[in-house]
């Protein structure tokens, strides 16, 4: 029998889906990938063992979504070490933060979110905020790789509370949390870029779409089930 077939392992898995009025979504799923044994030490200190993730949807589907794979060691999620994101370079040694301590690190009080918990209304979108920002801003050292986890996932909670911002209504938020991070200067830019005869997403739409992101975030650091059961 040939080896290399033992050594590799193909499921095919079913993700729930979200449906609104006219449109779908795919909901992100978190996966655990475990390796049974031990190693004779000397073996794995000579190198890093490479692990190839192959995630893929019938080509049906490809003119809708495409896959996005978020990677971090299990070990370290609580300390928010990613080790690789769809796109990254294939050598995600590189990725590696030297925060690597979680000793005396604040519990994430925010999580899960409540059951009553439903995406589409903004109204539990801005209590979630309302309880990141004071959790960044009050149990969560600056200099850490978890404060920036929070800062982008408050922005992410932010936009999906007013998602008109930075027009529109909104509150100010702490000032202690600043307008920086990938998702909000991203949205700032899009939101700048829109043109008179563009056609605006839905604002369902958009937070369909910041829900699916926050999944993926909050996976980061807190690999259970975002919204609690009971």
């Known amino acids: ?45 000579r190198s890093n063992i490479p692990i190839r993730i192959s995630v893929s949807i019938d080509e049906e589907y490809g003119t809708f979504t495409t896959p996005v794979i ?28 030297p925060d690597m301590s979680n000793v005396g690190e604040p519990t994430i009080s925010f999580l899960p979110l409540p059951p009553s918990f439903d995406f589409v209304n903004r109204a539990d979108w801005e209590t979630v905020a309302q309880r990141i920002q004071e959790w960044v801003t009050t149990e969560v050292d600056t200099e850490s790789s978890l404060w920036t986890w929070g800062r ?19 509150p100010m938020w702490d000032p202690r949390i600043p307008l920086e991070g990938s998702f909000i200067e991203e949205w700032l830019q899009r939101s700048n870029d829109y043109g008179a005869d563009e056609e605006v997403p839905t604002q369902d739409d958009v937070v369909s779409d910041i829900w699916n992101e926050f999944c993926r975030h909050a996976a980061l650091f807190y690999p259970l089930p975002l919204i609690s059961l009971a």
């Open 1 to 45: 029998m040939n080896s290399t077939l033992s050594l590799t392992k193909v499921s095919t898995i079913y993700p729930g889906i979200h449906y609104t009025d006219s449109h779908a979504s795919l909901q992100p799923m978190s996966l655990t990938v475990c390796f049974p044994g031990k190693f004779p030490r000397q073996i794995l200190e």
């Open 152 to 170: 982008d996932t408050f922005w992410l909670a932010f936009v999906a509370a007013y998602p008109s911002f930075p027009m529109g209504k909104w």
């Open 70 to 97: 978020e990677v971090a060691s299990l070990d370290l999620r609580h300390r928010g070490s990613l080790l690789h994101r769809s796109g990254d370079s294939d050598d995600v040694s590189s990725n590696f933060s």
